[in-house]
């Protein structure tokens, strides 16, 4: 079982920066696909971005070419790097892990997890990244 915690989140101006943490925890021998997530109010929730074994990073292009995931797996933490944050980025950010990545597959030409939620199967709670004008 997988256990997942983010934090990081709180209040940025628009324009700013924000890094989000998942601590990863529990027993399992390895973790295929790690995922974040957002979920603004009245909202579905949406994949952000995934890595494949830690690698092979992949976006929504909403947020492709300023947010960054990426993955250490000494510290069994996942993190996503937000840059240039706009109103439209206010969510509540949750991570997400698929450990056997059984959904893997080509998403635009690179071998890639899943942005659809069903493919995953552990949650956290979420942080909340509210950014104001």
């Known amino acids: 079982q997988v256990q997942l915690a983010e934090s990081g989140g709180g209040s940025v101006q628009s324009g700013g920066s924000q890094t989000l943490s998942c601590s990863i925890s529990g027993s399992f021998p390895s973790i295929y696909c790690m995922a974040w997530f957002r979920q603004a109010p009245r909202k579905e929730r949406e994949g952000v971005g995934s890595l494949n074994s830690g690698a092979n990073p992949t976006y929504s292009d909403s947020v492709k070419g300023r947010f960054t995931i990426s993955q250490d797996n000494a510290k069994k933490t996942l993190y996503l790097r937000m840059n240039s944050l706009n109103p439209e980025d206010t969510a509540m950010y949750y991570c997400?892990?698929?450990?056997?990545?059984?959904?893997?597959?080509?998403?635009?030409?690179?071998?890639?997890?899943?942005?659809?939620?069903?493919?995953?199967?552990?949650w956290g709670r979420g942080t909340q990244v509210t950014v104001s004008s």
């Open positions: 997400a892990a698929d450990p056997r990545g059984a959904t893997r597959g080509f998403y635009r030409g690179v071998y890639s997890c899943s942005h659809t939620t069903t493919a995953y199967q552990n």
